[in-house]
């Protein structure tokens, strides 16, 4: 299958900070990446849907000046998590859909906020 | 809004027995797609579904879409350790977008 790769694999950070996540996929075009949250035992929650050269969808909750969302090219979509705070620890998975409309997740992101 | 539960929430088997997980979403929907995220990991896809009353087999996996196309199920034969994870169901959202996924049923598997 298609590959999608997230960078950093795992980031520590002081509070107030900002900590920019990147999500690539590798083998294929992406028109559309997705981003998700992930807390411990929980679900995979839907922040924001990232639509190239558009401004990202972001669903109902989540804060568009918190959570920064640029997909600048077809292969590239990123998160920046802006003056971060401890709350926002968890685990930051993205997806690429492919044009078979599969998607396929990058290995996660996992923020610590201290 | 729209909803994806799933059942049961953890289910502990010795290796051998046999596990399903059930997938009710509040809406109906144009199809089901599985996961299994291991520990530590990240989802991986496992099929979809597309079809009323579709079923699909994967070796030791069987899954099926409901008639409604409002349920799923996943059904694994004589589990392995190998088969320990967290498997969720997603259906697409409104507007076909993006997936809503299921609440997860995590699975323990002892030799």
């Known amino acids: 299958g298609a590959v999608v790769s997230q960078h950093p694999s795992r980031v520590i950070c002081k509070s107030g900070t900002s900590v920019k996540i990147e999500c690539r996929s590798l083998d294929f075009q992406a028109t559309t990446m997705f981003w998700y949250r992930q807390f411990p035992k929980q679900s995979l929650m839907l922040m924001a849907t990232?639509?190239?050269?558009?401004?990202?969808?972001?669903e109902q909750g989540v804060e568009k000046d918190k959570f920064l969302i640029n997909h600048a090219s077809l292969t590239l979509s990123t998160l920046t998590v802006t003056s971060a705070h401890p709350e926002d620890s968890s685990f930051y998975i993205c997806?690429?859909?492919?044009?078979?409309?599969?998607?396929?997740f990058g290995p996660g992101t996992r923020l610590t906020v201290l | 809004g729209q909803q994806v539960m799933q059942i049961p929430q953890y289910q502990h088997v010795q290796e051998g027995e046999d596990f399903t997980t059930y997938c009710n979403s509040s809406t109906t929907l144009s199809n089901i797609q599985w996961y299994k995220q291991r520990p530590g990991g990240h989802p991986v896809f496992l099929i979809q579904l597309v079809k009323s009353g579709e079923v699909k087999k994967q070796k030791r996996l069987t899954f099926q879409f409901g008639e409604a196309k409002k349920n799923s199920s996943l059904h694994i034969t004589a589990t392995q350790t190998t088969d320990v994870g967290t498997y969720f169901c997603?259906?697409?959202?409104?507007?076909?977008?993006?997936?809503?996924f299921g609440t997860g049923t995590r699975l323990l598997v002892s030799p």
């Open positions: 990232s639509n190239e050269g558009s401004k990202a969808t972001y």
């Open positions: 997806s690429a859909r492919d044009l078979l409309n599969e998607q396929f």
């Open positions: 997603a259906g697409p959202g409104i507007g076909f977008q993006k997936l809503v």
